[in-house]
């Protein structure tokens, strides 16, 4: 078995995980099927678990790939996934399905993104969401998304139930980086936490997509549009990257938006 040096122990790494899933020894040990003495020597480092082993702890643990290689240099061994470049020719037939998802969706907008919501690629349809962007250094690579949304120049005026979504937003990469543990996530949490709300005056009448989601709202073209979004993830990835990579998909929630979406693809065309 090939060994490689890290400067983390697996006792504190397995530690710092099993906390974050909010899980005892008992209860991580039950899950894995070992003792609880047996978890606790390796996390204590008076025990060194095989590689096989490192990879069941993680799996209890539902960890990221990218976090489970890490468990693994911190264990000494090889990483067991790889983390390719997006471009790399091995993840064409997957890049391919993406952009043919994001095709097919239109008229409506689509776009990919990593686990820093950087913008991988869109359809034509995101372009009218883009230019009501007051800042162009916000469209500039690699454009982060959350940060073009909720940015005051970017599209936080055009949001007209900007409270909602922004803590929705808030929500969901609270979540993610409490899934990944990347810093980068933590600091654009703390970053777009920071960004000034404003008084967005009457709220708009709830409408029937609010019964069932927090929907976007936006004044766009001098028109009320109302979206609900979808994620959608490769299921069983055994590439870092592709395991990052996620689809937001929009759907218009009433007649006026659908129109509006179709009046936009037949301009275009």
């Not at 264990?75 to 993406?98: H, Q």
């Not at 970017?154 to 990469?173: D, F, K, M, Q, T």
């Not at 409408?207 to 959608?232: H, K, N, Q, V």
């Not at 990835?237 to 929009?250: T, Y």
Request: proline share 7%; net charge neutral; glycine share 4%.
């Amino acid at each position: 078995m090939v060994k490689t040096r890290s400067t983390e122990g697996i006792g504190d790494l397995l530690r710092e995980w099993r906390q974050r899933r909010r899980m005892s020894q008992l209860h991580l040990a039950l899950e894995a099927g070992i003792s609880q003495r047996h978890l606790s020597f390796v996390e204590s480092g008076r025990s060194a678990p095989s590689r096989e082993m490192v990879l069941h702890l993680s799996d209890c643990l539902s960890m990221p790939l990218r976090q489970r290689n890490r468990l693994l240099l911190a264990a000494g061994y090889a990483p067991s996934f790889s983390e390719r470049s997006l471009d790399d020719p091995a993840l064409k037939p997957a890049m391919d399905a993406v952009q043919l998802v994001l095709n097919g969706h239109a008229p409506n907008p689509a776009l990919a993104i990593d686990r820093h919501w950087t913008m991988i690629a869109a359809n034509t349809a995101i372009m009218p969401f883009l230019e009501g962007v007051r800042n162009a250094d916000l469209l500039r690579p690699p454009v982060n998304v959350l940060r073009l949304s909720l940015h005051p120049e970017g599209l936080a005026p055009c949001i007209l139930n900007l409270e909602a979504w922004r803590a929705h937003a808030l929500e969901r990469l609270r979540a993610l980086n409490d899934r990944y543990a990347d810093p980068e996530l933590a600091a654009l949490e703390k970053e777009l936490a920071a960004y000034p709300t404003r008084n967005t005056g009457p709220q708009p009448r709830p409408d029937e997509a609010e019964r069932i989601a927090i929907p976007l709202r936006l004044r766009l073209g001098g028109e009320d549009l109302s979206f609900i979004t979808t994620t959608t993830v490769f299921g069983t990835p055994l590439d870092v990257s592709l395991s990052e990579l996620a689809i937001e998909s929009f759907f218009p929630t009433d007649a006026a938006t659908a129109a509006y979406l179709r009046r936009l693809q037949d301009k275009s065309s």
